[in-house]
């Protein structure tokens, strides 16, 4: 399952960057649900966070909707 969500953020986040090659999404479950930290290129921090974070909010949302069909607490963190 973490891969499943970890290859969901890491597709959504390189479609968003200009330095694709650059992003890394760090997966790991542990008991009450699944982390994923999704790190990217300094110049693609605000493409990732958005507009008043509406972005980071959607590819939130769409993970954790994902979490949900499976029963998972999901929880996206974004990295510097």
Do not use: C, F, H, N
């Amino acid at each position: 399952m973490p891969a499943d969500l970890r290859a969901l953020t890491e597709e959504l986040a390189k479609a968003l960057t200009e330095a694709p090659e650059q992003v890394q999404v760090e997966a790991r479950e542990d008991g009450r649900g699944v982390q994923l930290d999704l790190t990217v290129a300094e110049s693609d921090m605000g493409r990732i966070i958005g507009k008043s974070g509406r972005t980071a909010r959607a590819l939130r949302t769409i993970v954790y909707a994902a979490g949900a069909r499976d029963e998972k607490r999901v929880s996206l963190d974004i990295l510097e």
